[in-house]
């Protein structure tokens, strides 16, 4: 109810300066770099509200593409597209599985690391890296 009165009173104010706007025939003078421009008082303020609405809306979509470009960004320079994003998130995850396991071993925690070894299994596969690892935990 709040937003619709206040939505109400925002487009009675509009209403009510468009028609003295309408109503006054004043002129707005610009000089700037030795160039004058003369345009109507109806035109400037259209013009203003034309150039802060455009404004905005770049605003917002530099700002929208900046924190979608945060989801995308791997390391600087390097940008992976919208569907590989998952595969990527997965092995950023699998990495820091591989350094606490690489902790466990050197801790002697060998239960702890058997467990991880198939969470990296699942993310990478059977690669030469990963075997080596489950034979050290084997050991």
Request: net charge positive.
């Amino acid at each position: 109810m709040i937003k619709m009165t206040s939505n109400f009173i925002l487009i009675g104010l509009i209403a009510i300066s468009a028609v003295w706007l309408a109503d006054s025939g004043g002129m707005v003078s610009i000089e700037w770099i030795g160039y004058k421009s003369q345009i109507s008082m109806s035109m400037f303020v259209a013009l203003i509200f034309a150039f802060s609405f455009l404004f905005l809306i770049t605003v917002n979509f530099i700002s929208g593409l900046c924190k979608f470009s945060k989801y995308l960004k791997l390391t600087p320079g390097k940008r992976v597209k919208c569907s590989e994003y998952k595969k990527v998130k997965n092995l950023d995850n699998g990495i820091d599985l591989i350094v606490e396991i690489v902790e466990l071993i050197s801790s002697g925690d060998m239960l702890k690391a058997d467990k991880k070894m198939n969470k990296i299994k699942k993310i990478f596969g059977s690669r030469p890296s990963i075997d080596l690892l489950a034979e050290k935990i084997e050991k």
